[in-house]
């Protein structure tokens, strides 16, 4: 789920350093934006939303023009927009927190789209258990959501990165390679890698995946929040064409779901596949619902502690409470006089209610 390829992994006390001072102060209501993304089996609607033509109608319903752009790299994505070069992008509630929040960037999750239920998966060679990975070396994009799902999967059992011989960081476009020198056992991603070294690699065992967190890794669109507030045609131009995309796919338009499956490097049961590993949120009111969810900010609160422990929530972040999250309800966990990361539902809401 976690896509990262040859440009180096960017932490907050890197962006925070200096990133940050080209930004401007306070955004302006503007007509032109633009978006990134990244190839996972749950954002490849973006994609499609800019080959068709959806988009563009969105867009010009409201008078602005959105670009959306693809990046094969994903932590590079984030990055981009962290430095203000995009006005959104393609990322999980993990990400979000650790590199646009920890940085200082307001951010706000515009649309929840889905939840990883197995498409984030630990893969090792041969007849091995999760006990077994003590003392060998795991490959994996560090510091992402890859390398929160290997802490999950050790503490299980009754292991901690500790116990092993340490981690390798290995971008997402050289996983694959990786995966088939002698010298990589075990890997951590997602899909469609995950599809593909199973696929191709008989002895390729599943030791853990995200199924056995649900909920936990959540797949966001998300955007600058002063952009937003100064712009909210841009986020009911975005919402509103996500969701005649996931009209299309949950009545099984097969045009539709063979063109994302091409766009990621599969066939159409390919990507039926990677769907039924992903809990996509085609009715708003489910998202809208994930939104509201009670354990969402017991969530986040562990996966900030999961940052802060890493050393990536932010420069100098002297606790995990170091940024506030706030939740539709107006509730917040971690600082209150620092919220950089939002849940809003209320467009999603606009959508179930038929008001786009």
């Given at each position: 789920?976690?896509?990262?390829?040859?440009?180096?992994?960017?932490?907050?006390?890197?962006?925070?350093?200096?990133?940050?001072?080209?930004?401007?102060?306070?955004?302006?209501?503007?007509?032109?934006?633009?978006?990134?993304?990244?190839?996972?089996?749950?954002?490849?609607?973006?994609?499609?939303?800019?080959?068709?033509?959806?988009?563009?109608?969105?867009?010009?319903?409201?008078?602005?023009?959105?670009?959306?752009?693809?990046?094969?790299?994903?932590?590079?994505?984030?990055?981009?927009?962290?430095?203000?070069?995009?006005?959104?992008?393609?990322?999980?509630?993990?990400?979000?927190?650790?590199?646009?929040?920890?940085?200082?960037?307001?951010?706000?999750?515009?649309?929840?789209?889905?939840?990883?239920?197995?498409?984030?998966?630990?893969?090792?060679?041969?007849?091995?258990?999760?006990?077994?990975?003590?003392?060998?070396?795991?490959?994996?994009?560090?510091?992402?959501?890859?390398?929160?799902?290997?802490?999950?999967?050790?503490?299980?059992?009754?292991?901690?990165?500790?116990?092993l011989d340490g981690v390798v960081n290995t971008s997402d476009a050289d996983m694959i390679a990786a995966y088939a020198t002698d010298d990589v056992t075990t890997v951590v991603t997602w899909n469609p890698l995950v599809s593909e070294i199973t696929a191709s690699n008989p002895d390729a065992t599943v030791l853990f995946d995200s199924s056995k967190i649900a909920g936990e890794i959540l797949d966001l669109m998300v955007v600058n929040t002063e952009t937003l507030e100064a712009n909210p045609d841009f986020g009911k131009a975005l919402v509103g064409a996500w969701y005649e995309v996931m009209g299309l796919m949950a009545s099984g338009d097969e045009d539709t779901l063979t063109a994302m499956a091409e766009a990621s490097g599969?066939?159409?049961?390919?990507?039926?596949?990677?769907?039924?590993?992903?809990?996509?949120?085609?009715?708003?009111?489910?998202?809208?619902?994930?939104?509201?969810?009670?354990?969402?900010?017991?969530?986040?609160?562990?996966?900030?502690?999961?940052?802060?422990?890493?050393?990536?929530?932010?420069?100098?972040?002297?606790?995990?409470?170091?940024?506030?999250?706030?939740?539709?309800?107006?509730?917040?966990?971690?600082?209150?006089?620092?919220?950089?990361?939002?849940?809003?539902?209320?467009?999603?809401?606009?959508?179930?209610?038929?008001?786009?």
């Amino acid at each position: 789920m976690i896509k990262a390829t040859k440009a180096k992994f960017l932490t907050a006390t890197a962006l925070s350093l200096g990133l940050l001072a080209a930004l401007p102060a306070q955004a302006q209501e503007k007509t032109d934006f633009k978006i990134a993304w990244s190839i996972y089996v749950g954002w490849m609607p973006w994609g499609y939303l800019e080959d068709s033509g959806i988009m563009d109608k969105w867009a010009e319903e409201y008078g602005i023009d959105v670009e959306i752009v693809q990046i094969n790299d994903y932590v590079e994505s984030i990055n981009q927009y962290t430095a203000g070069a995009f006005d959104g992008v393609s990322a999980t509630n993990m990400d979000t927190l650790s590199i646009p929040a920890g940085s200082g960037v307001d951010t706000t999750a515009l649309i929840i789209g889905d939840y990883s239920n197995g498409n984030d998966a630990v893969i090792a060679k041969g007849d091995v258990t999760l006990e077994d990975l003590a003392g060998t070396k795991v490959n994996l994009v560090e510091l992402s959501v890859s390398h929160y799902l290997l802490a999950r999967a050790l503490d299980s059992a009754g292991l901690a990165e500790r116990d092993l011989d340490g981690v390798v960081n290995t971008s997402d476009a050289d996983m694959i390679a990786a995966y088939a020198t002698d010298d990589v056992t075990t890997v951590v991603t997602w899909n469609p890698l995950v599809s593909e070294i199973t696929a191709s690699n008989p002895d390729a065992t599943v030791l853990f995946d995200s199924s056995k967190i649900a909920g936990e890794i959540l797949d966001l669109m998300v955007v600058n929040t002063e952009t937003l507030e100064a712009n909210p045609d841009f986020g009911k131009a975005l919402v509103g064409a996500w969701y005649e995309v996931m009209g299309l796919m949950a009545s099984g338009d097969e045009d539709t779901l063979t063109a994302m499956a091409e766009a990621s490097g599969t066939d159409l049961d390919g990507y039926k596949a990677q769907l039924a590993a992903t809990e996509m949120f085609y009715d708003p009111a489910d998202a809208v619902a994930q939104a509201a969810s009670p354990d969402l900010p017991g969530t986040m609160t562990e996966i900030a502690e999961f940052l802060f422990d890493k050393g990536i929530l932010g420069e100098g972040a002297p606790s995990a409470d170091f940024v506030g999250i706030a939740y539709p309800d107006g509730s917040i966990s971690g600082s209150e006089a620092n919220v950089m990361f939002r849940f809003d539902s209320s467009y999603m809401q606009m959508a179930a209610d038929g008001e786009l």
